[in-house]
């Protein structure tokens, strides 16, 4: 591990990307606090001291009973209107900092040898300009290149009534909802032609941990980008192989872990190449504890092969038993700590669009105005558009996954600086 940390260190610039999906609303986190649940009240009340937004929250005034409080983060903080990663997430002496700070403290040791190494986060397009500004001005004082985007509206899907017929607002105009995280591959494949040949590191915008804990995490993350490093550069020489007539790295390189044991190997030169060629997905996976989310299955996607594929719950038949087996027995959870690699031997990107597995579409329960509805959403963007993908799993500790779901997380340990 040691030695792939040295190696992704040591990345240069131009040479990797952080991507941060920041779309999400932080008034998710508080859902329990404003339906009113009594425990959550309670433990509000409690735990007040500790939570990182307290100076915002208490610069309106008094707040003395739990609904003051909760009123007082609501008020100060904007959260109807704010994304996540505004949120205050960790408490240092004499300052807090947002997931937005964190994260690009985080890509800023990871890279320690580029100057101003460059993070881009999707934001909602509400607020845009004004999170953009407040990101840019961040980034100059802890010394990265950012830049946004928001997801594009052309990706928005109808949405549809249980009655199947389509959803309609109340000016009898047909809703259009966001298409999933999956409508990202777009800003994705943005982010791989503006940094040609670059690796571009995912994660999502809860799960960063305070700069006191990156002796703990980042030779982990190091070592993902050490690894695809590694795999980019004998994927090279296979195809250089493979023009020399010689298939036995290309065999080599897809015994590695990416191909399945079992699946019959690709027959000849040309199939060879067009297993080799294709972007490729790197993803560290925790031990699984619990938490909801995907997980790494072998899947056969829509081409016939048996890939590596991170599948959601969302896309799976819970009903059938043999599926309920295999997610009980599932020893591995996704964390959103990923490495791509988007560009051919040559260095030229691919064009993402065509290696999504169309079949993983999936629908949604969700409400509109208090109504029940039913929404699209495209492949996810680490499930099915990288469906042709090749991927390696790699075992990370669970101490490098730190996920913020509830406002109570951030009084976890592994958010206290």
């Not at 404003?34 to 008094?62: K, M």
Request: charged share 25%; net charge negative; glycine share 10%.
């Amino acid at each position: 591990m040691q030695r792939l940390a040295e190696r992704g260190s040591a990345i240069g610039h131009g040479k990797a990307v952080r991507l941060v999906p920041a779309s999400g609303a932080a008034s998710r986190m508080f859902k329990a606090l404003a339906s009113g649940n009594e425990a959550a009240v309670e433990q509000l009340d409690a735990q007040w001291e500790r939570f990182p937004f307290l100076a915002a929250a208490e610069a309106t005034g008094n707040c003395d009973t739990p609904a003051e409080k909760l009123a007082a983060i609501m008020d100060r903080l904007g959260l109807a209107d704010m994304p996540k990663g505004g949120l205050p997430f960790h408490k240092y002496p004499g300052e807090t900092r947002t997931a937005f700070e964190e994260h690009m403290h985080e890509w800023k040791s990871t890279l320690p040898g580029v100057t101003s190494p460059p993070v881009h986060f999707t934001l909602p397009e509400e607020g845009r300009a004004l999170w953009k500004e407040r990101i840019e001005g961040w980034a100059t004082k802890i010394g990265v290149a950012v830049s946004t985007s928001v997801q594009h509206s052309s990706t928005d899907t109808m949405a549809v009534g249980t009655d199947g017929r389509p959803f309609l607002r109340e000016d009898g105009t047909p809703l259009f909802r966001p298409g999933g995280h999956g409508a990202l591959l777009r800003n994705l494949s943005d982010v791989a032609q503006s940094h040609p040949g670059a690796f571009v590191s995912i994660k999502n915008i809860d799960n960063v941990r305070p700069t006191t804990a990156h002796a703990e995490v980042l030779p982990w993350r190091k070592a993902l980008l050490g690894l695809t490093a590694e795999l980019d550069e004998a994927r090279t020489l296979a195809v250089k192989a493979l023009d020399e007539g010689n298939s036995r790295p290309a065999e080599l390189w897809l015994g590695r872990g990416i191909a399945h044991p079992s699946d019959p190997r690709p027959d000849g030169i040309e199939a060879l190449r067009s297993a080799l060629e294709r972007p490729m997905l790197v993803a560290g996976m925790v031990r699984n504890e619990g938490e909801p989310g995907g997980g790494p299955f072998w899947l056969r996607d829509d081409e016939g092969t048996l890939r590596a594929q991170i599948v959601e719950s969302a896309e799976m038949d819970l009903g059938n038993p043999r599926i309920g087996n295999c997610i009980a027995g599932a020893t591995h959870f996704n964390p959103v700590d990923l490495i791509c690699l988007m560009h051919d031997t040559q260095g030229v990107p691919y064009d993402l669009a065509e290696f999504v597995d169309h079949r993983r579409d999936f629908l949604v329960s969700k409400s509109h105005a208090g109504k029940p509805l039913i929404g699209l959403e495209h492949p996810g963007l680490w499930n099915g558009a990288m469906g042709r993908w090749n991927t390696l799993f790699v075992e990370v500790p669970s101490r490098t996954f730190a996920p913020v779901k509830t406002v109570f997380d951030l009084l976890r340990p592994a958010h206290q600086a």
